[in-house]
């Protein structure tokens, strides 16, 4: 009983980790709905040395933190270690994962099963993506925007500039 009545006093801590190149409308929708059920959110960013990223982790986080300006509940951070010690060294108890398909169930319940193995106090919750939002992706995004599409429906004004900026001279 004493461990329920400590951990009730815990703050309820998520991370919602991602590579977020660039962060997209159904990010923001999975991190507004994740921010309601938690006391904090940490949107974190990937520090992936293996991809080559439009956007550096530092111009990710500047992103993040514009588009969730209004959600006092929310930090932006990065890491680049194994996300269970990532997950202790915040002290998060769960973490949260935007499914869109089958495909993305498939790989998530993988990656879930080996944080969980890794380190069982750490749990994973699924959030389905608005249907809305179910076909966008970032390499979507990117790929369009490279060649001067339309993705105002996709991401934010902010990350529209951001994206036209760094493809200005492609096109």
């Known amino acids: ?18 590579s977020f190149d660039p962060v997209t409308l159904g990010h923001i929708d999975i991190i507004q709905r994740a921010s309601k059920q938690f006391d904090k959110l ?7 040395l293996s991809k080559n990223p439009l956007f550096s982790v530092e111009e990710r986080k500047e992103l993040l933190r514009q588009v969730t300006r209004d959600m006092p509940n929310v ?15 915040k002290q998060g108890h769960v973490i949260v ?31 389905m ?9 970032s390499s979507m995004v990117k790929e369009i925007a490279r060649f ?3 993705v105002s429906e996709m991401v934010t004004s902010e990350v529209e500039a951001a994206m036209r900026l760094k493809y200005k001279d492609f096109v």
Do not use: C
């Open 97 to 127: 994962r935007g499914i869109r398909s089958v495909t993305d169930f498939e790989y998530e319940l993988q990656m879930a099963s080996t944080n969980q193995k890794l380190n069982p106090r750490v749990e994973t919750i699924f959030m």
């Open 129 to 137: 993506t608005n249907p809305k939002f179910s076909y966008l992706s």
């Open 1 to 18: 009983m004493t461990d329920m009545i400590e951990y009730a006093h815990q703050p309820r801590i998520a991370v919602y980790p991602g």
């Open 148 to 150: 001067s599409g339309n």
């Open 75 to 89: 930090e932006i951070d990065s890491f680049r270690d194994l996300l269970v010690n990532y997950m202790e060294d």
């Open 42 to 48: 940490i949107v974190a960013v990937l520090n992936n």
